[in-house]
């Protein structure tokens, strides 16, 4: 470590991850440090993914309540904060209920495809800076690319359960995500035409002199919203939920998965929000680079106080915020007006979008 | 086992079957709809009912009249003083006994409050149906209020059995206009939430209107009653057209109209919501003095012969129809229920639509399965 105040690292991981790096390549063949290193971020994933989401559930139990007029979880723990942690207790002991006639392979391989995906993707977010797993040069393109596997993952549960209602919820959920998956890769497209760069690093660090959604004024905003309306389709929730429509499917794909395979697939959906709440917030809002204006130096150094990683928190439950909201106050779509919605409105108004980013990039008409 | 999967493929001429209940959260409680789909369209819906059937007609035989009162309560629990009153007036007309007229005026009153208790109801649980949970809890934050009271007059909440044979079980308690003026106060100034919440959304309004369409032929033909009858033009509030109780001395709209979709049948609840509110206001500040209730004979014998009284419950119209003997116990008692024959119009307005209609269908017909089964 270098003689920096220790509080430093806050700002910056890169000098504490290389360290760490440097330690371990030192006293082992570069084979066996790669191999713990991916061990180890792996084991902090894992911690990530369940601190996440169960303070997730816990939030959007929260959310819902204050908008209900009632006040949530409130008996375990101070304002119920462990709430979640005694539902996963008693998820865990239980029983996993074996369906008759069910293909059981794909039935238990089903929840784990959608976790897996989760993991990937959560790989390629930069939290902060210096805390970055993978940062590929085609950073968003992967993102786009296994973000529309966890698909693969609804559809099998619904498949493999040989129930009719997770049948009709995994084929609705299949049409949805293939139809949204378009809207969202081009309302990210729109913006990688602003950055010049796939890689996010490097969005981020182009957005030093001032978030994107600033910079690119009128064309990212309306990507922004393009990409909060599919994003939440994505991740199957209110009030694009028609796979679990409880009230019509009764659970939707996952009416036959009990204990922990059923919390698997409730937390995905929770780490599904929070992967698109993060793309939202580091393509558009700057991901961990704190708030910027063009040359006031002052106001960015006072910013500047403010760790990165706090920024990226922050940004990301502001527009998780802005999902439940959306979620708890609008009843359901039909599919056929879901798929109008995309097909007649956000792709149109997306392509037309696209040509006006490239047309304000060309001219130079963006701050 | 692979097998097995793969031979619940669809074929295309065979119906894709599923079964919408009896456990299922959109039916209200245990009614069972078979429903044959092709993909996502409704093709036929066939209700099967008596899941909760408890005999209640035949039960009626085998009891005093007094003593029906409490089973009526069971019916339609949303209406449970409307159907009280209903056996009441039945009972009250064989033995022609004149009631006082502090009774009609606080029976009208009761019946008014359940009314809009139970739209409330159907309010809170539509906007569940259509996947809007947030309209629940407001449905049911306002309900609490209408049920404090019955809880204070009737020491009951839901199951009230308020009105006898003759007049009412009690008199009203001390506070019951005060507070019954405080809550129409307070609901009049909060009405608006329900529209901001649910009428006026876009998606509920895609929702809705133009779904599941009723003309006025087959409404009349299959005879739907109440909000949803009235939804596409058929007239048939009891309350304008046979008053019973304090309603001749009313006024107050029938609320009518032709469209007769889904959206209609929502908004002709909300409607009734403030006219039940402008009856209420009308009688509550000038309720008769006078006992609540006339000295009746230990035993009620009805004199033989057939008797008829048709009361507007929330849900349309409930007849009560006794063939009496001279005995104690009605020779037969047969209840034309609101909801069974509501019912019977659901697969004639919910084919060709998605099965995302067909919840919002049955959830606007406003079903209460106790009713359906007696």
Redesign the interface.
């Given at each position: 470590m270098t003689s920096e105040p220790w509080w430093k690292i806050f700002y910056d991981f890169t000098p504490f991850t290389k360290s760490i790096d440097e330690g371990l390549r030192s006293s082992m063949s570069p084979f066996w440090a790669v191999t713990t290193e991916m061990v180890i971020v792996g084991i902090l994933f894992l911690l990530f993914y369940a601190v996440v989401g169960l303070f997730l559930v816990y939030w959007e139990r929260k959310v819902?309540a204050f908008?209900?007029?009632?006040l949530g979880p409130n008996r375990i723990g101070p304002y119920g904060i462990f709430q979640t942690v005694a539902d996963l207790i008693k998820l865990l002991f239980k029983e996993l209920i074996p369906i008759k006639?069910?293909?059981?392979f794909l039935f238990n391989l089903a929840p784990y495809i959608v976790i897996i995906v989760n993991f990937m993707v959560l790989g390629a977010i930069p939290f902060g800076k210096g805390l970055h797993a993978i940062d590929f040069n085609i950073g968003i393109f992967y993102v786009i690319a296994v973000s529309s596997m966890s698909v693969i993952g609804v559809l099998l549960a619904g498949?493999?359960s040989?129930s009719?209602?997770s049948l009709?919820g995994a084929m609705?959920s299949g049409a949805m995500i293939v139809s949204y998956e378009l809207s969202l890769g081009l309302a990210l497209i729109t913006m990688v035409i602003l950055a010049g760069s796939m890689q996010l690093s490097v969005i981020v660090e182009a957005q030093r002199t001032g978030w994107f959604i600033f910079k690119g004024h009128i064309p990212a905003f309306i990507a922004f919203i393009i990409y909060i309306i599919s994003g939440t389709a994505e991740t199957n929730r209110?009030?694009f939920?028609?796979a679990e429509?409880?009230?019509?499917l009764?659970a939707g794909y996952h009416t036959e998965y009990s204990g922990m395979k059923f919390a698997f697939f409730y937390l995905a959906e929770f780490i599904n929000m929070f992967i698109v709440a993060s793309i939202a917030s580091t393509i558009f809002l700057g991901g961990w680079m704190p708030l910027h204006i063009g040359s006031w130096e002052g106001f960015n150094k006072i910013m500047d106080i403010i760790p990165p990683f706090i920024w990226y928190l922050g940004k990301t439950f502001f527009i998780i915020y802005l999902i439940m909201l959306l979620k708890?106050?609008?009843?359901?779509?039909?599919?056929?007006?879901l798929l109008t919605l995309e097909w007649k409105y956000l792709l149109p108004i997306n392509l037309v979008n696209v040509l006006i980013m490239a047309f304000l990039v060309l001219m130079g008409w963006h701050f | 086992m692979e097998e097995q999967v793969l031979n619940t493929a669809i074929n295309e001429d065979e119906p894709y079957l599923i079964n919408m209940g009896p456990q299922h959260p959109s039916t209200h409680g245990v009614l069972r709809l078979v429903v044959s789909l092709k993909g996502e369209t409704v093709k036929n819906v066939v209700p099967h009912i008596g899941y909760i059937h408890r005999g209640i007609e035949k039960m009626c035989e085998s009891l005093t009249y007094p003593q029906i009162i409490h089973l009526t309560d069971r019916m339609d629990y949303l209406s449970a003083h409307i159907n009280n009153e209903a056996v009441c007036l039945n009972v009250e007309k064989a033995l022609e006994i004149e009631i006082p007229e502090r009774v009609k005026v606080i029976r009208t009153i009761m019946a008014e409050l359940t009314r809009i208790q139970s739209h409330q109801l159907f309010w809170a649980s539509y906007g569940m149906d259509l996947g809007g949970q947030t309209c629940y809890f407001y449905g049911l934050r306002d309900r609490e209020k209408v049920l404090d009271i019955f809880e204070e007059t009737t020491g009951g909440r839901m199951i009230v059995s308020y009105s006898c044979p003759g007049g009412l079980m009690y008199d009203i308690h001390p506070n019951f206009q005060k507070r019954v003026n405080d809550f129409i106060k307070y609901f009049r100034s909060i009405l608006w939430e329900y529209d901001a919440i649910l009428t006026g959304n876009v998606i509920f309004r895609e929702r809705t209107i133009g779904i599941g369409k009723l003309s006025l032929e087959d409404a009349v033909s299959y005879g739907v009653t109440g909000p949803s009858g009235r939804a596409s033009g058929f007239s048939c509030d009891i309350r304008k057209h046979d008053p019973y109780s304090a309603y001749d001395r009313v006024k107050f709209n029938e609320v009518l109209f032709t469209e007769g979709d889904t959206y209609h049948r929502y908004l002709a609840r909300i409607e009734e919501m403030k006219e039940s509110m402008n009856i209420i206001e009308q009688l509550i500040d000038n309720i008769p003095e006078g006992p609540y209730t006339v000295k009746m004979k230990p035993v009620l014998k009805l004199p033989e012969g057939e008797y008829f009284q048709k009361v507007e419950t929330a849900r349309g119209e409930l007849d009560v129809f006794i063939v009496s003997d001279g005995n104690k116990y009605p020779f037969r008692m047969k209840f034309r229920s609101p909801n069974f024959v509501n019912l019977g119009v659901l697969n004639h307005i919910s084919k060709e639509f998605k099965i995302a209609d067909l919840v919002a269908i049955a959830g606007s017909l406003d079903f209460v399965i106790p009713d359906i089964d007696r």
């Open positions: 819902c908008i209900q007029n009632r006639n069910a293909d059981s498949w493999s040989n009719k209602y009709i609705r209110g009030p939920d028609l429509a409880e009230s019509e009764t708890w106050t609008f009843p359901r779509l039909r599919i056929d007006q | -």
